[in-house]
């Protein structure tokens, strides 16, 4: 989503690229693996209680399903499969969204012959729950008070289990799951791909919660504005519980080959944490330098257009 926005700081941070592609991780907490690793076995223990029911298609190349499963805390997830008319099945990709939500899927994936699985994250659209706000702001500050109660913890549950639904209709693609997901579905896909092995390969694209300790020293718009404000109004104890949800921090568990397109301009997501989640990354790698992103300008349609191209031979290949 672009951000129509007058902006009193420079949404380059000041940083060249060269000093882009320096910018690391943060220390990751004495029990992190363990942490992470017990939530991911105690989430692919939940029944998803899987429904799947086929609806009209505004696009005549793809069947439309509405999907639904239980995840974390008692949560019914919600969200859309698509699929190719003529049944030809190679891929399987989970496809996150935005902090703007998800209203309908997007029929647009550069992978070829896919069963494309788009999760709604707990609070947005067809995944609206009383508990948890569709609203990025009131999100991203839900329940930070501790680890195990923080909205992005169920966000990556949400996730992983749309990743078994998939897998559940369609067994036979398991060695070709990937993943796909921009700006908070970047950020909660590092944070997600760290820990569950079923993914191959992913697509990241302008993550968003890299390195929250630089994060929160960086003006911002959109839902880092609210977590950056809550930490200088007095509540630094924030970081405590952040640290478990850094996607630069995951990112360096996550061996899988991805592909990372990055802007040096951004009013949103300050560019210095979307190059951290890709400089941390452990595995192959590659990277797109997009001009801005949250931000309208010309000349971003062309970066879109050739992110696209390359990821349908990234994806292929």
Known sequence: MAIDHDF?????????????LQVGAPDEPEDYTLFWEGIHARALDIPLKLSCEEVESPNPDYKLFEIEYDSWGNVRAGGWLTVPVDGKLSNAVVVGHGYGGREAPDFGQPVESAACIYPCARGFHRSAHPDYPGEGHQHVMLG?????TYSHLGSVVDYWLAASAV??????LSDRLFYSGGSFGGGIGALMLAWDKRFKKA???????????????????GSGQAIQEHYHAGNQDILKVLQYFDAATAAQHVTIPVFVAAATFDPAVPPPGQFAVYNALAGPKELFIRQAAHFDLAGNEHDDAAVHTRLRRWFRD
């Open 167 to 172: 897998l559940e209709l369609y067994p036979q």
């Open 8 to 20: 009193d700081f420079d949404p380059t941070y000041g940083y060249t690229l060269e000093e882009l």
């Open 144 to 148: 930070l008070e501790d680890r195990a």
């Open 203 to 221: 697509y990241l694209n302008i993550p968003s919660f890299g390195n929250h300790p630089l994060r929160v020293q960086l003006p911002c718009v």
